[in-house]
């Protein structure tokens, strides 16, 4: 019996210092994540996502819409300054990577690092990449590799799903 209680004891042990030798390599994760860390996402209920939003951010960050080809308030816009996720203001793109593609919808050869994330998007009989907000999750577009050096990417993303901050507005 005694030899039993000792066992469970060691056992007990083990098991403790294995959990507990886990913190800190769970730590240096935390730190060494990217934005798609689950923790740091933002995390709203469908309803709360329909009372924010409009019904066209709803329809494209949400549901993945898209808004008709050369439409959207940024397709043909080029000031100065930083365009944000309409879905919860994460920073996406820098206009200096905006460029004039003539697809119809706002065009970048490159995001903001670690601000958005790829997906396999097979949908309507094509291979795409959509591309996602890597804080809200919400749809932005897509990106396909037609685009410009330096990255050859063209990031072809709904006016909808970004807001525009001018550089003059930064402190
Ligand atoms: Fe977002």
């Not at 397709?75 to 919860?88: R, V």
């Not at 993303?157 to 525009?164: A, E, G, K, P, R």
Request: hydrophobic share 30%; net charge negative; charged share 30%.
């Amino acid at each position: 019996m005694k030899d039993i209680i000792l066992l469970s004891v060691v056992i007990a042990s083990i098991i403790f210092n294995n959990i507990s030798s886990q913190v800190p390599y769970e730590d240096e994760k935390v730190l060494n994540s990217t934005n798609n860390d689950e923790s740091k996402k933002v995390k709203r209920s469908d309803s709360e996502w329909r009372r924010m939003l409009s019904s066209a951010e709803y329809h494209i960050l949400r549901e993945k819409g898209t808004e008709r080809a050369f439409t959207g308030e940024y397709d043909g816009h080029f000031e100065n300054g930083m365009y944000l996720c309409a879905g919860c203001g994460n920073k996406i793109f820098d206009s200096e990577t905006k460029y004039r593609s003539g697809c119809g919808w706002p065009a970048f050869y490159e995001a903001l690092p670690e601000s958005v994330e790829e997906h396999e998007d097979n949908s309507f009989g094509m291979r795409r990449i959509e591309i996602t907000c890597s804080k809200c999750d919400g749809h932005l577009g897509h990106v396909f590799n037609d685009g410009p050096q330096p990255t050859g990417l063209r990031y072809c993303i709904n006016s909808v799903s970004m807001d525009f901050k001018p550089d003059e507005e930064d402190e």
